[in-house]
């Protein structure tokens, strides 16, 4: 496992757990980059960096952009999103390895591609549960607003500084579980416990 194979990891998971926030903005930050020369792809991946794969993730992101500034829309969307997420998230991680066994190669993007997507997907989902229980989900834009920043932000940051995007999502994670697990699990059972006869 040499350094540019570490690297090209660290690369493709910071790029998979983006994915988490917005299924298509990762992609479609990898294409540009790879298409302009930042960025090397795994051979068979090459396609991405392609005017058509271009064209096809960029109607998809705004598609995608527009369709969670609903409300009502956007809970509908987080059921198809999160299996998408997990998706692309492989095909980011698995897009950037380019010195390994396909085995190897597809074990790495299934594990750790899959499951930084997956992970930030679930805390992408608790965190806009919360804000419709809280606010009647007229706070649910706003969050989508954040979402897409983390994912453009997190996109272009797992390009240039990987290891820093890798631990500010653990920290994102970290702050989105426990918060929403203080309201709707702690919280609850409190309130419970309060309304329990004595």
Same mark, same amino acid.
């Given at each position: 496992?040499?350094?540019?194979?570490?690297?090209?990891?660290?690369?493709?998971?910071?790029?998979?757990?983006?994915?988490?926030?917005?299924?298509?903005?990762?992609?479609?930050?990898?294409?540009?980059?790879?298409?302009?020369?930042?960025?090397?792809?795994?051979?068979?991946?090459?396609?991405?960096?392609?005017?058509?794969?271009?064209?096809?993730?960029?109607?998809?992101?705004?598609?995608?952009?527009? &369709?969670?500034?609903? $409300?009502? =829309?956007?809970? %509908?969307?987080?059921? +198809?999103?999160?299996?998408? @997420?997990?998706? #692309?998230?492989?095909?980011?991680?698995?897009?950037?390895?380019?010195?390994?066994?396909?085995?190897?190669?597809?074990?790495?993007?299934?594990?750790?591609?899959?499951?930084?997507?997956?992970?930030?997907?679930?805390?992408?989902?608790?965190?806009?549960?919360?804000?419709?229980?809280?606010?009647?989900?007229?706070?649910?834009?706003?969050?989508?607003?954040?979402?897409?920043?983390?994912?453009?932000?997190?996109?272009?940051? &797992?390009?240039?500084? $990987?290891? =820093?995007?890798? %631990?500010?999502?653990? +920290?994102?994670?970290?702050? @989105?579980?426990? #918060?929403?697990?203080?309201?709707?699990?702690?919280?609850?059972?409190?309130?419970?416990?309060?309304?329990?006869?004595?």
């Amino acid at each position: 496992m040499t350094l540019d194979t570490l690297l090209a990891a660290g690369i493709g998971i910071g790029l998979a757990a983006a994915c988490g926030f917005r299924v298509f903005v990762p992609l479609l930050v990898a294409s540009v980059a790879a298409r302009t020369g930042h960025l090397p792809l795994s051979p068979e991946f090459s396609w991405l960096a392609s005017t058509p794969a271009l064209v096809a993730l960029a109607t998809a992101t705004a598609l995608e952009i527009g &369709a969670y500034s609903v $409300p009502w =829309l956007d809970h %509908l969307l987080d059921i +198809v999103a999160t299996p998408a @997420a997990v998706v #692309a998230g492989m095909v980011a991680s698995a897009s950037m390895l380019t010195n390994l066994p396909p085995g190897v190669k597809w074990g790495v993007a299934l594990i750790a591609g899959g499951g930084a997507a997956g992970i930030v997907q679930g805390a992408t989902v608790l965190t806009r549960l919360k804000s419709a229980a809280t606010t009647g989900g007229l706070a649910n834009p706003f969050v989508s607003a954040i979402e897409l920043v983390g994912s453009v932000v997190t996109s272009l940051l &797992a390009i240039v500084i $990987p290891a =820093l995007v890798i %631990l500010a999502v653990l +920290v994102f994670c970290a702050f @989105a579980f426990r #918060a929403t697990g203080f309201v709707f699990g702690r919280r609850a059972a409190e309130s419970a416990s309060r309304g329990a006869p004595r």
